[in-house]
């Protein structure tokens, strides 16, 4: 298996505009998550599903953000309209209970 | 409210000696403990994990030691090699809630030469 694959790796976008990450999961992942990595609030989970289903969002920052998991190997988080202080590293990692499998992430930055 | 605390930022070892690397928690809900290890520009990789019901968890060069009545565990890498200078991630869960763990801010190890 490939392990937990994030699109794009690097994403530079205007203030204002939407921003779309990307990730697919293991191959047989139930559980997939959503954390963001910031210098001053290290490694925060923003939301987490199980079989695609949201099941705990209360990290996710503000109504600017958004994710979804229409499928089992497929979810995206969405912010719209992006704003400067969104920029840092996201992470999605997947699991089959145990331990949780990370993507490479994406480093958003917003001018 | 952090729930899962690494109190030292930065541990510099001797390449060949132990490195010993601690974390606290606060929750007593937690029933599962994993450490993870972070290269720059990479993801964290998961290194090993402890269920509650264990005192201590060995694979290899690394060893994880909990201790419930403190709410205290450790990592400890013998021989420490210079290759395992990285960020180093404490990080806990309710293991029935499916693997949502609650991260420690990370202790970067320098393995000098």
Redesign the interface.
């Given at each position: 298996d490939a392990g937990?694959i994030q699109s794009p790796r690097h994403e530079v976008t205007e203030m204002g505009q939407e921003v779309t990450l990307r990730c697919k999961p293991i191959s047989g992942h139930?559980?997939l998550?959503w954390?963001r990595q910031t210098m001053m609030r290290?490694?925060?989970?923003l939301i987490?599903f199980?079989n695609n289903v949201p099941?705990?969002d209360s990290g996710m920052p503000e109504d600017r953000f958004s994710a979804k998991m229409p499928n089992a190997s497929f979810s995206t988080l969405k912010i719209q309209p992006s704003e400067p202080r969104d920029s840092a590293v996201y992470?999605c990692?997947s699991?089959a209970?145990?331990?949780?499998?990370?993507?490479?992430?994406t480093r958003l930055t917003v001018v | 409210d952090q729930q899962v605390k690494q109190n030292s930022p930065s541990l510099s070892v001797q390449e060949g000696r132990i490195s010993i690397l601690n974390c606290d928690y606060t929750n007593s809900m937690f029933d599962y403990f994993l450490w993870y290890k972070k290269y720059p520009a990479e993801g964290p990789t998961f290194l090993i994990s402890i269920s509650s019901i264990k005192d201590k968890n060995e694979d290899g060069r690394f060893t994880v030691f909990l201790n419930k009545s403190a709410k205290h565990l450790s990592l400890h890498i013998v021989p420490s090699q210079p290759g395992d200078s990285a960020v180093y991630f404490c990080a806990a869960s309710v293991y029935n809630q499916g693997g949502k763990l609650i991260f420690g801010q990370g202790t970067e190890l320098s393995v000098k030469p």
């Open positions: 937990v139930d559980y998550f954390y290290g490694l925060e989970l987490y199980n099941i705990d992470f990692a699991s209970r145990g331990p949780a499998f990370f993507g490479q992430g | -």
